[in-house]
T-cell receptor, first 115, second 111 residues
């Protein structure tokens, strides 16, 4: 499809397990963001990729969280040793760049539930 | 501390009433955007404002960017149940390069 695709759409995991969330951005978009959204809340910035530059990881809440972006396209967000407080919707967005007024296009998110 | 402060957090009104949502910051933004998010979906861009003092209208929605480019407002006239959703302001501060979001305003329009 032409939009941002995220998988899986829902993930239930046991506390202590590792999970991988995938994001396929729009082709040609150099910027990619991961955000976390708790129920009824706004978006918490996690990590930002822009082209071949080093990612901005300043929003990652702990060293259990990591992300990579291979070939400037697909990105994977990995959460190790999941905790119940990690339960949230994880949203990925891509944009053409970081220029003035650039629109961010979002996927539908992955709803993660840690039991 | 949120870079972008939105108010109110929740707003519930009757169909046909008007409403205003505010987005404020102590930082200067090169542009501000408003997104709307419906349940189970990702946010979708409504508008981008780039010039201080700018006013943009999108049907019944009016967006304003403050003269100092530190604040914005979204006004909805004669709200309809289809306007229900989470409204998020977002922007890239002049001294940064990544998009930051406010905490959002949940708007409920009752029929």
């Amino acid at each position: 499809g032409a939009g941002v695709s995220q998988s899986p759409s829902n993930k239930v995991t046991e506390k202590g397990k590792d999970v991988e969330l995938r994001c396929d951005p729009i082709s040609g978009h150099t910027a990619l963001y991961w955000y976390r959204q708790s129920l009824g809340q706004g978006l918490e910035f996690l990590i930002y990729f822009q082209g071949n530059s080093a990612p901005d990881k300043s929003g990652l809440p702990s060293d259990r969280f990591s992300a990579e972006r291979t070939g400037g396209s697909v990105s994977t967000l990995t959460i190790q040793r999941t905790q119940q407080e990690d339960s949230a919707v994880y949203l990925c967005a891509s944009s053409l760049g970081a220029g003035l007024g650039t629109e961010a296009f979002f996927g539908q998110g992955t709803r993660l539930t840690v039991v | 501390t949120q870079l972008l402060e939105q108010s109110p957090q929740f707003l519930s009104i009757q169909e046909g009433e008007n409403l205003t949502v505010y987005c404020n910051s102590s930082s200067v933004f090169s542009s501000l955007q408003w997104y709307r998010q419906e349940p189970g979906e990702g946010p979708v861009l409504l508008v981008t404002v780039v010039t201080g003092g700018e006013v943009k209208k999108l049907k019944r929605l009016t967006f304003q960017f403050g003269d100092a480019r530190k604040d914005s407002s979204l006004h909805i006239t004669a709200a309809q149940p289809g306007d229900t959703g989470l409204y998020l302001c977002a922007g890239i501060p002049s001294n940064d390069y990544k998009l930051s979001f406010g905490a959002g305003t949940t708007v409920t329009v009752r029929a």
